[in-house]
């Protein structure tokens, strides 16, 4: 068996440190810090969790892109890609647990991105392995100017409206702090959480709470 795999590597000059992190089509996130020319250490991974578990990771993935960046690790080493590995992943497990390192998959993914690799974007890796993994992928274009200048021609409200800008600029909209119920939506997850439990919603249920959410709206208008 083989195993699709999301990632790359960024380097900091001035430290001489790297940073690879890699998201498989089973959901797990692993990721390895190391100085230049060292195998670094590989962190326990982020494991497969809720519905749509590869998509909460890839949104993770994007944000180690930009925390990573924002923090000097500016040279690409490994630019953004989907690559195929003959790696066997176990299933996920019915219930989370902590997960050992696996440094095989970091060294895999590294020895298998080609020599002269084109620089692809971030958001172009992520459609290509979306699509090899058989998952719903956005546009190539969707955070292309004139795609979201389409967007907003139309009746969006301006609420809604800076919502959309949020989430094409990769921000994430969350409920107010200290909330016990809330949510968090990102590009490619809306996630409710309870406490410290929470759980992402499949398109369908995204669909269905939009809809109850317009109707309560609509009945129970401002100043009601």
Same mark, same amino acid.
């Given at each position: ?11 900091? %000059? %001035? ?108 958001? %172009?890796?992520?459609? %290509? ?96």
């Amino acid at each position: 068996m083989a195993t699709t795999v999301l990632g790359f590597r960024l380097g900091h %000059d %001035d430290l001489g440190r790297q940073f690879t992190a890699v998201v498989t089509q089973s959901g797990r996130l692993h990721s390895n810090h190391g100085v230049y020319g060292a195998a670094g250490a590989t962190r326990a991974p982020h494991g497969p969790f809720g519905e749509n578990p590869v998509h909460g990771r890839v949104a993770e993935l994007r944000e180690l892109w930009a925390k990573k960046q924002g923090t000097g690790y500016q040279r690409l080493l490994i630019a953004p890609v989907s690559v195929r590995l003959p790696l066997n992943e176990p299933p996920a497990p019915k219930q989370f647990v902590r997960e050992a390192p696996a440094p095989e998959v970091i060294e895999e993914f590294v020895g298998a991105v080609p020599a002269t690799q084109s620089s692809s974007g971030l958001e %172009d890796a992520i459609h %290509d392995f979306y699509t090899t993994v058989g998952l719903p992928a956005r546009p190539r274009n969707f955070g292309d100017v004139n795609h979201f200048r389409a967007a907003r021609e139309t009746t969006l409200s301006p609420r809604t409206a800076a919502c959309l800008r949020a989430l094409t600029r990769k921000a994430a909209i969350t409920s107010p702090a200290r909330t016990t119920v809330g949510y968090r939506i990102t590009a490619d997850t809306v996630r409710l959480h309870v406490g410290h439990q929470g759980q992402d919603l499949d398109h369908k249920a995204v669909v269905q709470l939009q809809a109850a959410l317009t109707a309560w709206l609509y009945l129970n208008p401002p100043g009601h």
